[in-house]
Every structure is written in C-alpha cells, then in structure tokens.
C-alpha cells in the first residue's frame, strides 16, 4: 500500500497525533521538538504539513517541501503562510477556522479584566512579594463602559455578546458585515473608525494583512480617551508596537493586555518592561477544548487532503466549490477533458486560451477558464498541475486569456466552447452535457460531431473523395490495431474530419503513415 507522509511540525494535541499514527495509509512524522532549520530537512518528504503559528509557511520552508500537496495551519490566522508562493506550487492551503473561537474570546474577556484590575501585579505583590496592600489595587469596572471592537467575526462578535452581559455599552467597526450582525445582538454599528477611538476599551479581531496592518498608530492612540485600555489577542502589528510602547509609557494607554507580537517567541520584547502591560505567550487557543478539537480536525483533514479526497477550508482555491450548483459540475469537467484534448492536437507552445459559452453556463465562464487551463497544460505539466497553481503557471508562460458570453443560438441548452491558440494554429472544440451527466462533444474544428470525450482518438482532416475511410481501416488494421469507433464529419468545402477510436495506443512513427495515405490534409492524435 502506497503511504502519503504527513509531517506535524508543531505541538498538538495527542488526539490528532493518534488519528494519523492509526491510520494505515500514513506516514506519521513528528517534527514539532526540532528547530526550524532541521525542519527543512523532514519537510521534504512530506506530502501533507501541520503547522501553527510557530511555523513560518515561507520560501524557505516551500523551496523544500518539493513533495507538499497540502498544508493545513491548525488554526484560524494564516499571515504566516505565503499563500501566493503555495498558490503557484498547486499546495493547497487550509486552516481549521472555528475550533479555538472560544479559548481567543475567553482570553480576551481574561485580558479585559486583568488590565482593569491589575491582576497579575496584585497577584505579584502578595504571592511573590508577600505584601497584603490592598489601598495600591484599586481597579475599575467593566461595567457601564463603552467597548470598541474592531472585527466582527467569530471571535470579536462573541466578545461582544459577553461584555453585553458585563453590561458595557459595545459598538463595533467591521466595514464586511451586514450591520445587523451587531444590531441583532444590541451592539453599536458603525462605519466611522473614530467612533472606535472614542471608547474606553478597544479590542481587535481582525485578520492580519495589508489593511489591518498597523491599523492603530500614533495618529488613531492621539484621537483616543486618556487612560485608554487596548487588548490584543489576535496579532502582533495591528496596534503599531512602537507607538503601543510610547503612549503606554507617557499614560496616554493606561492599560495594555497583549497575547500577540509582531515577532514571536517574544522574550525580550520592550512592552514586557512596562508595569502596566499585561502580557501572555500567544496562548488564545490554548485551551484543551480548542486544541483537542483543532487536532482532531487538523489531522482529519490533513488525511483526506494526502488521499486527494477533500480540502476543508481550503484558502487559496480560485474556485468557491460550494457556490457552484451541480449542473455546473459536468461542465466544468467536459472543459478540462476538451483542453486536454485539443491541446494534444498539435505539439506546440499555446498562446492563447479563450473560452465561449451559452445559456446558464456562461454564468460559470471563470471557472471554466481556469479548468480549461488544467487541461491544456496538464499536456506537457501532467499531475503538477492543478486548479490552484494553472493560472500562476499561464501567466508565467504568457499565456493570454478572453473569455465571452455567446447569445442562444446553437440549440442546446448550454454549450461551451474553448479556443487554443498555439504557435502553429488554433484549435477549437466545444461540447455540451445532454441528460444532467451525458458530456459530449459537438464540434471539432466547426466540425459538427456526437461523440463521448474518452479513449484514444486519431482525428483525420481529409479531401472528402471516395476511398479514404477504407484506406484508413486496411492501414490500421494491417498493424492489428482495432478501430471501436469511427465518427466522420463532412465540411462545406469538399473535407472531412474523422474521429477514429481506436483500442491501442498511436505511436508518431503509425501517425506518419496514417498522414501520408492520399487525400489526408493532416492527422492527430489524442486520449483522455
Ligand atoms: N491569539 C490567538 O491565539 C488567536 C488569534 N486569532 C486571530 O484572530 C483573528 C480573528 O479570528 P476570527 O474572529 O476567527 O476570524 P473571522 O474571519 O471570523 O473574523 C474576522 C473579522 O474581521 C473583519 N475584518 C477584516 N478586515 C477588517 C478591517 N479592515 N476592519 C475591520 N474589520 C475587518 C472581517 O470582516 C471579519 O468579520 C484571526 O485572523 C487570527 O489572526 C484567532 C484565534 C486564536
Ligand atoms: O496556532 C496557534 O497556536 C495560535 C492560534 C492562532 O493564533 C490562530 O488560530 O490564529
């Protein structure tokens, strides 16, 4: 039994760790307890990595995971992962989204209370310390305060609906959400970010990416209240660390709760120096719950993905799977088997793919573009590529691509029709799908034809006088080559175009000959 090796390259919970060490298909590595450098090194044989945040997804750990089909980040946040660099190997990249939503919301509850009562100092002063001065711990409250928080998705609207029941007065900025998703649980919407600037206590959950990054500066910390309280807990660089620091240090910020920093492990990081910071170790998901459940998932998914089965949460697929209704499924799968076809047709650098389309389809015509592409190039590329990594490789080529909506004309329902353009000709084909799943192709080279896209064809462009056909099945069946099906096209000037199905395999030398009996215009030969 062939195994796929699945490499885990940082700590997870053992209920992960024992899905794949009990499955029978997998090569289990465990590679979370070495450094980073000897990583790369294991990474190589791995079909499929786990990683966290500990692990950076960058171009050195891609230039060695020559074999990496998959990544699943077992987590939410995927700014560490250069998704492009993986979109252009064809590595599909997952992540386990909503599985530690709880442990980064309880967090940031934590974080809230112990920057409002200086927990961790008052904890200090008579654990460590052994001083019982409660006149130095007077705190504030939660209560009655307004709370801003910028993202609301899984995490920030969850903490909305918990310091709802502090009784703070919660408003939110998130520009992606309907702002009934606030309204609903009676929390503030709004578009304006200086309505954030203007509470007592901002939190944020936002991704971490060009829009967020540095999201609060000194220009926003100036707008804000004296003794201002920020938390947090979803990365490093959203709040600049800087002004963070400085204003911290002025007691512009009174308080600071911070699990997250721009550069991570963070031991000598100056924020840890301030006394009214309160700091963890990049721990919002380190719950058992959320860890347990993110293992379990991480590990079935990373399974499946190594089968080739399914990709959960897939980040950098072009295509939104679940957004495309079933009668679209046959079609896109007739156009990547018409591109391989006629991509075969003739052996030359392809300039141009255009795809046509008409009825329903042509609502599709991206999708189809993008599988008509994994046809034509999976010609010379074969498995490397795929749905994820065709258009990078395209327009490394400097392929061109059109496609066009085409008016009802053509009689059948929907028909697509896809146009290869090589150094030598263009080739077209286009095919439609009769009863649901019945794919067939309707037309070769403006050749009207009937014909199921499968098996081994010699397509034969001939003047159409008598004799040819016979030529053709005395030629083949002098070298026992058995003809399953013949499908003759005739044209308006006098050609016709043949599909001969064939049961054996046409080498170029039976090519030649087929080309050079009289009256062949030209041959090739294709299988899907
Ligand atoms: N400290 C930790 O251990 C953890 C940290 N995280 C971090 O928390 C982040 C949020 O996680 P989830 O809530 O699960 O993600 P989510 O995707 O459910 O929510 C993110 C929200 O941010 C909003 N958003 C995006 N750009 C924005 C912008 N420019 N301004 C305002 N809102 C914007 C989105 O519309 C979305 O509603 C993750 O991306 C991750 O980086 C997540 C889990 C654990
Ligand atoms: O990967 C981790 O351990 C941290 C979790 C996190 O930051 C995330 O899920 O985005």
Redesign the pocket.
């Known amino acids: 039994m062939s195994k796929h090796t699945i490499v885990v390259c940082d700590h997870i919970h053992e209920d992960g760790l024992n899905i794949l060490k009990n499955t029978e298909d997998v090569n289990y590595v465990y590679a979370a307890d070495i450094d980073k450098v000897a990583l790369l090194d294991v990474i190589k044989d791995a079909d499929v990595a786990i990683t966290r945040s500990s692990t950076d997804v960058d171009e050195k750990f891609l230039s060695a995971a020559t074999n990496l089909k998959a990544i699943i980040r077992a987590?939410?946040?995927y700014?560490n992962v250069d998704m492009e660099g993986c979109s252009k190997r064809g590595i599909i990249a997952m992540n386990v989204?909503?599985a530690?939503?709880i442990a980064?919301v309880e967090l940031t509850m934590a974080h809230m209370l112990s920057c409002m009562r200086k927990f961790p100092y008052a904890h200090n002063q008579l654990k460590q310390d052994r001083i019982w001065k409660r006149e130095d711990w007077y705190g504030n409250e939660l209560f009655g305060k307004k709370l801003g928080i910028?993202?609301?998705?899984?995490?920030?609207h969850r903490v909305g609906l918990r310091a709802k029941s502090f009784e703070m007065d919660v408003i939110t900025?998130?520009?992606?959400?309907p702002s009934t998703k606030a309204t609903d649980l009676g929390v503030t919407y709004t578009t304006n970010f200086d309505d954030i600037l203007d509470c007592d206590i901002i939190t944020i959950?936002?991704?971490?990416n060009q829009?967020?990054i540095d999201?609060i500066g000194e220009e926003e910390i100036a707008k804000m209240k004296d003794g201002v309280v920020l938390i947090n807990?979803?990365?490093g660089g959203l709040y600049n660390e800087d002004a963070l620091y400085n204003n911290l240090k002025s007691g512009k910020i009174k308080m600071a709760g911070i699990?997250?920093f721009k550069k991570e492990p963070a031991t000598d990081h100056p924020l840890l120096d301030l006394p009214n910071v309160t700091v963890t170790a990049?721990?919002?998901?380190n719950t058992k719950e959320s860890q347990k459940k993110i293992a379990i998932q991480a590990a079935e998914n990373a399974i499946e993905s190594a089968r080739g089965i399914a990709y959960p949460h897939a980040l950098n697929l072009p295509i939104d799977e679940s957004k495309i209704p079933s009668f679209v499924k046959p079609y896109i799968e007739l156009t990547q088997k018409m591109a391989f076809l006629s991509a075969q047709l003739d052996k030359s650098a392809i300039r141009s793919i255009t795809v046509k389309a008409e009825g329903e389809i042509k609502e599709y015509l991206d999708s189809l573009l993008t599988f008509a592409t994994v046809g034509a190039l999976s010609v010379v590329g074969g498995d490397e590529v795929n749905y994820v990594n065709a258009m990078f490789i395209a327009e490394e080529k400097g392929i061109k691509f059109e496609t066009s909506e085409v008016e009802h004309c053509s009689g059948y329902s929907n028909k697509v029709e896809i146009r290869i353009t090589t150094e030598k000709r263009v080739n077209s084909i286009a095919g439609t799908v009769f009863d649901d799943d019945v794919q067939r192709i309707v037309e070769l080279d403006s050749f009207d034809f009937d014909i199921e896209p499968k098996g081994k064809m010699i397509m034969m462009r001939n003047n159409d006088v008598p004799g040819v056909i016979g030529n053709v099945g005395k030629l083949l069946g002098d070298r026992s080559i058995n003809i399953s099906d013949f499908r003759l096209a005739r044209g308006k000037n006098k050609d016709a175009l043949a599909i001969i199905l064939v049961d054996d395999t046409i080498n170029s030398k039976l090519l030649e000959e087929i080309g050079s009996i009289q009256d062949a215009i030209s041959v090739s030969y294709a299988e899907i």
């Open positions: 987590g939410v946040g700014d989204p909503t530690n939503t980064a910028i993202g609301f998705g899984n995490i920030g900025y998130d520009p992606y959400i959950h936002t991704p971490k829009e967020t999201m807990c979803a990365r699990d997250v990049h721990l919002g998901a």
